[in-house]
């Protein structure tokens, strides 16, 4: 059996849980040694056999960024000849999946690790490219033979968003963790390098600063906490410039406010130094508004890092509260974007879990050690990598 594998993301540009997710599925496929998987991705050439990438079209340099991705999923078609089976990830990849499967009549399979009518602040970032990646998303997914959903949560927002969609066309896998790469890291050299010291309680972020990741209510429920209290933020690649400058806005009145014991480190770290700064931390913040499962609590977790998130999305089926963490309650608004009904509520429950966190540390302590039996007892690659491949032989008959 041979799997092409199209993603935007891939081994060494990757900046999201999308493609952690394809390089640890990619890796746990090829070492079963009974398939080929190719992998096509956007970029720079990559030094890796079976693995393909593909510039942006010169041609299309002034279009805009959504015109942009398609040019390079066309570019990937010819080369997915011979396939089995394509499967895609993310919008950024599944026209090119879609156009595959027309072209050379293999099966398509999406995996669902978003929904772009869930995230209609991408139109902030894309304007009218925003309804063309809608379009490819529900075109392709309509179409597909299968839809890999990373969590329950995500299933219903599959079929919620795309009532058409044959619900037994659509499987639950989850995300995964790598509990080699990461566990307990105790560099305290790293960690008071970055100006946070690891001898007094902290909270810590980590993640892009978009709309679904919640930065700015975390931002609003630290001024809550205690002053010994270090708020620590692992936060770039913004995704438009008004939400950069909501949250340095933020950033200031909090440091306003707090003074020390406020960090703020933008640019993305080696995985050495985040497993670092998780392992010295207190409890692990996911204020998210949008998360089909969210890897990054996995990575917490495996870290021995209790986690406060919210309960949206994915995340209640790996976070399970009062024995990994605190899961902070949130009504939403159902216009896609998340927003909670009262912002001040979730802001305030927010506080609430951080501080009851911070406020008892052997408490956090055992929910940390908690977090990891459950990363690496569920969550492991190779069991996630079998579950994909039995969907694979499921549309090959």
């Known amino acids: 059996m041979r799997v092409d594998i199209l993603s935007k993301e891939y081994p060494p540009a990757i900046y999201g849980g999308a493609g952690v997710h394809v390089a640890e599925l990619v890796r746990a496929l090829r070492n079963r040694g009974d398939m080929e998987v190719r992998v096509h991705c956007f970029g720079a050439p990559r030094d890796e056999d079976g693995t393909f990438a593909y510039a942006d079209l010169p041609e299309l340099s002034s279009a805009n960024p959504a015109i942009q991705t398609m040019g390079v999923d066309l570019a990937m078609v010819a080369g997915t000849e011979g396939a089995d089976l ?136 630290a001024a809550e906490l205690p002053p010994e209290v270090q708020i620590v933020l692992l936060a770039g690649a913004p995704d438009t410039p008004e939400i950069m400058a909501e949250v340095e806005a933020l950033m200031d009145d909090l440091r306003a406010k707090r003074g020390d014991g406020v960090v703020w480190i933008p640019e993305m770290l080696p995985r050495d130094q985040v497993t670092a700064m998780l392992s010295a931390a207190t409890v692990f913040a996911c204020p998210s508004v949008y998360e089909p499962l969210g890897i990054v609590n996995l990575e917490a977790m495996a870290c021995e890092l209790p986690v406060v998130a919210t309960a949206t999305g994915g995340i209640p089926e790996v976070v399970v509260d009062g024995e990994t963490g605190w899961l902070v309650p949130i009504e939403q608004v159902q216009d896609g974007t998340g927003t909670p009904i009262d912002p001040d509520k979730f802001v305030a429950d927010l506080a609430a879990a951080l501080n009851e966190a911070v406020s008892d540390p052997d408490r956090a302590h055992a929910f940390g050690l908690a977090g990891r039996r459950r990363a690496v007892d569920s969550f492991s690659w190779a069991s996630i990598g079998d579950r994909t491949l039995e969907v694979y032989r499921s549309v090959l008959g």
């Open 86 to 221: 394509v499967h895609s990830h993310t919008w950024y990849a599944n026209f090119g999946g879609h156009v595959a499967s027309l072209l050379g009549g293999m099966p398509h399979i999406i995996s669902a690790h978003s929904l772009e009518p869930l995230r209609p602040w991408k139109a902030e970032q894309l304007g009218g490219g925003y309804r063309v990646s809608s379009w490819v998303e529900k075109t392709a997914y309509e179409a597909a033979a299968a839809v890999i959903a990373v969590s329950a949560g995500m299933r219903e927002d599959i079929l919620k968003s795309y009532p058409s969609i044959d619900p037994a066309k659509v499987k639950v896998v989850h995300n995964g963790i790598d509990s080699q790469l990461w566990q307990p890291n105790h560099n305290l050299d790293v960690v008071r390098s970055h100006g946070v010291d690891p001898d007094k309680p902290s909270v810590i972020f980590v993640g892009r600063i978009t709309r679904q990741k919640g930065l700015p209510y975390l931002l609003r429920a």
